[in-house]
């Protein structure tokens, strides 16, 4: 069976370029093996799909080439996907830091994009796994359980390796490996930290507390809440932190961000308050977590009875938490997988392979991440409508 192209991912990127290659008078095939198109689609965001962001910057993702985002997030950009969204009727709303959520259902966002692919006469093929790709003396040939196929152009839209139970695999990056193109090493991004067992314990009885701070390692910060777990350290601060860390480095969190706790015990010690410690502070953090993390001597102080040395120990118990986590939980709860396919092999035009005429790479199986907030899902929608203008 032939085609102009074949799409191998009915995800994000590859529905995307499968609607535009079809607006071209392609012929197009989408294959997946899975047993229903957008999975991630649709358990995204809650179920309300995170589609996209109103503040979309070069800043917001990860690559061993920061540049290479620039060309297809310019071309089309969250405003186009907007546009698209108005003009299905979809409602959505806006949460913090400018991340769009549809009202009702990410089932919205996938029957728009599978509409889309009937309008321009798109197949899509599902329950097809890809055995092996062969290169043609014109395009490609795929053996699958379903048959041989042949195209022209080959478009690799398999993602990555988060969330296997959703299907996830590292066939994109096998196909990448046999053609020759360099694959950089992967890693699991957005996602919760476990502990060490002593921290654990420690923290066990935090358990579903949640609290606003600034986490850091290295030159990333990011200020949003932490969300304490029964396994470890989740919260968008942390999973945005964790596709920055490498195993080994220290976390440092300021667990009161919004408050300088120094001069504010040194401004209540001078105004000669008589309540303790913990009074004050347990107007700005839960009972149990500042019972955890500040001496309970300490805390019982009354503020007319602080020494600065008292003072300064208090501060730097909430300002200066260092920790060390013993890892990540990995690609089972991880939302996006840091690292792919090199984009040096790329161009940023096409999102085809400068050797391998013919062959695209999209979506997440590129070295490109984006934040927590809609970013991964822009970059699944412009790189595969700049692939869609060529294949």
Known sequence: MDSDVIIIGAGASGLMCAIEAGKRGRKVLVLDHANKAGKKILMSGGGRCNFTNYVIEPDNYLSSNPHFCKSALSRYSQWDFLDLVTRYR???????????????????????????????????????????????????????????????????????????????????????????????????GLVPFTLQPDDKARFAALSGIAAACVASTGQHSFSENILFTHRGLSGPAILQLSS???????????????????????????????????????????????????????????????????????AHSLHGWAIKPNGTEGYRTAEVTVGGVSCAALSSKTMGCQRVPGLYFIGEVVDVTGWLGGYNFQWAWSSGWCAGQYV
């Open 244 to 314: 920055y860390w490498q195993a080994g480095d220290t976390v440092l969190i300021d667990l009161l961000p919004r408050l300088n706790v120094s001069d504010a015990l040194k401004s209540q010690r001078r105004a000669g308050a008589k309540c303790t410690v913990k009074t004050l502070l347990e107007t700005h953090l839960p009972k149990r977590l500042l019972s955890v993390f500040v001496d309970e001597a300490l805390l019982n102080l009354s503020i007319a009875d602080l020494s600065d040395q008292h003072i300064q120990r208090v």
């Open 90 to 188: 979809i409602p959505y709303h806006e949460r913090d830091h400018g991340q769009l959520f549809c009202n009702d259902s990410a089932k919205d966002i996938l029957n728009m994009l599978l509409q889309e692919c009937v309008n321009v006469g798109v197949s899509i093929q599902l329950d097809t796994a890809v055995d092996s790709v062969a290169q043609l003396a014109e395009g490609f040939g795929l053996n699958t359980r379903s048959g041989i196929f042949q195209c022209r152009s080959l478009v690799i839209a398999t993602g990555g390796l988060s969330i296997p139970k959703m299907g996830a695999s590292p066939f994109g990056y096998k196909i990448a490996e046999q053609f020759g193109i360099p694959v950089l090493p992967t890693r699991a």
